[in-house]
């Protein structure tokens, strides 16, 4: 009798892609560091062995995890962290030593966790169970800068936490949590959601009792936020809200709601709070500061991007050191100067690339949980590097969160790296469950 079989997929394990484009990352990152000490010191890097060895050392060591634990995971999303990475690197180096050395040690601890993360989540889906842990793990995360004797308030904004000599910022982790706890619950209540039933005169709506516990969550993120100061964070919890309400539901309704809401909102924190109007002050006019307070970051920040024109002063050549947090907040602004429009625009296509791939594992998941969690952690790294950009070029209000993977900050780093690890365990599952499912061939013995 003839029995058909079916023959599964074996995909290669082989990442021979992702390591081909590690290796050009490492050779740009390079060239990139050896022209800026030329440009500034005039000889090659003191420690440039150094250098290349905790470059590639811990790049390999992720590539080598990924092999081990995440075989059939996208083969794009290191490579472009890496080299973003990199070239972030090497221009906080070029404006502030000992920054960049602090900048070395989370690159090694954020390696450290995508190996971690790898090795002891097995499936994200595991996580769906933990909804409401997650909530109130991220509350007092959110909660922490507000301590007395522990929080920090830098620039206006509380923050930071300080434990002896570390500091670090516990939003950058909640914000990661918020992402587990929206996604689970649109994914538990989809239908819901997606469903008017009940009849407010003539129009149906949604049960209120099903909004009603999300946007009591996601309101009080949201008034914490406010209370620390904290716009940038604000505005990226705000959208990444409405942009999962919307991607699970479908409803166009959710998404005009949250821009009315994002307008009408604006408006009122542009008249109630002192650091929200100063900030839209600045992006419709940051000369009028200039010439009343002395040079505002917005402004001198223009003047740099004028003088990089198309193709850049240069690497190391650049003169924009009066900026403040120039290796920070501002240092798209310094690259936009020393690598030009060329440059710009090569930094923008990378961050797409990103995002574009991130999304390209969202919609291969098999689940709306995971779905969800794909879409809402590349969302949150996405919106947060186009929120950055956009104020420097004066396109919304100056956030001062950090440019992902380029910019001086541990926890933002440690956080960007986490995403990449999750994301990678995702891919990996699609492949993994599309394996499972596929029939390519049918014999007959």
Do not use: C
């Not at 920054?99 to 769906?128: C, E, M, N, P």
């Not at 505005?235 to 959710?254: D, E, I, N, Q, R």
């Not at 995971?370 to 420097?392: C, E, H, K, W």
């Amino acid at each position: 009798m003839n029995v058909p079989t079916p023959i599964e997929p074996k995909p290669s394990r082989s990442r021979s892609t992702e390591l081909g484009l590690m290796i050009i990352a490492w050779i740009i990152v390079t060239a990139f560091y050896i022209l800026m000490s030329l440009a500034t010191k005039g000889a090659l890097p003191a420690r440039l062995d150094f250098f290349l060895a905790v470059l590639i050392a811990v790049s390999l060591a992720m590539h080598f995890a990924i092999r081990r634990y995440a075989p059939f995971a996208s083969q794009v999303l290191l490579p472009i962290a890496t080299l973003l990475n990199g070239v972030g690197y090497v221009e906080i180096a070029r404006w502030n030593a000992t920054r960049a050395g602090y900048q070395a040690l989370w690159f090694v601890i954020s390696g450290a966790i995508v190996v971690l993360t790898l090795k002891f989540i097995k499936s994200v889906r595991d996580l769906d169970r933990y909804r409401f842990v997650t909530l109130t793990v991220a509350m007092i995360l959110m909660v922490l800068p507000l301590t007395p004797h522990f929080g920090e308030n830098i620039n206006g904004a509380r923050l930071w936490v300080a434990i002896g000599p570390l500091s670090f910022q516990p939003i950058e982790i909640a914000k990661i949590l918020l992402v587990f706890f929206f996604a689970s619950y649109f994914a538990a209540n989809r239908e819901l959601l997606s469903t008017p039933t009940q009849r407010l005169g003539r129009i149906l709506i949604v049960p209120p009792k099903i909004l009603v516990p999300i946007l009591v969550a996601w309101g009080v993120a949201l008034l914490i936020l406010a209370g620390e100061n904290d716009i940038g964070f604000a505005m990226l919890l705000f959208v990444l809200f409405f942009a999962l309400l919307w991607v699970t539901t479908g409803l166009k309704s959710y998404l005009f709601l949250g821009l009315a809401m994002l307008g009408g909102g604006g408006y009122v924190a542009d008249k109630l709070f002192h650091q929200v109007h100063q900030r839209v002050s600045l992006m419709l006019d940051p000369w009028n500061y200039n010439f009343i307070h002395g040079s505002s970051q917005i402004a001198l920040g223009q003047f740099s991007l004028a003088a990089g024109g198309v193709f850049g002063t240069g690497l190391g050549l650049g003169q924009s050191g009066n900026i403040p947090e120039i290796s920070s907040d501002m240092i798209f602004a310094a690259l936009g100067e020393e690598l030009g429009f060329i440059g710009v625009i090569l930094i923008v296509s990378l961050f797409a690339a990103f995002v574009g791939e991130g999304f390209r594992i969202a919609q291969r998941s098999h689940s709306d949980y995971v779905r969800l969690t794909a879409t809402g952690l590349t969302a949150t790294l996405g919106l947060q590097a186009f929120f950055i950009m956009a104020g420097v070029l004066r396109i919304v209000p100056f956030t001062g969160i950090t440019l992902p993977f380029m910019a001086y900050g541990g926890s933002s780093l440690f956080a960007n790296y986490l995403i990449v690890a999750l994301l990678l365990r995702i891919s990996h599952e699609n492949s993994e469950e599309r394996r499972g499912g596929d029939i390519v061939a049918i014999t007959f013995d």
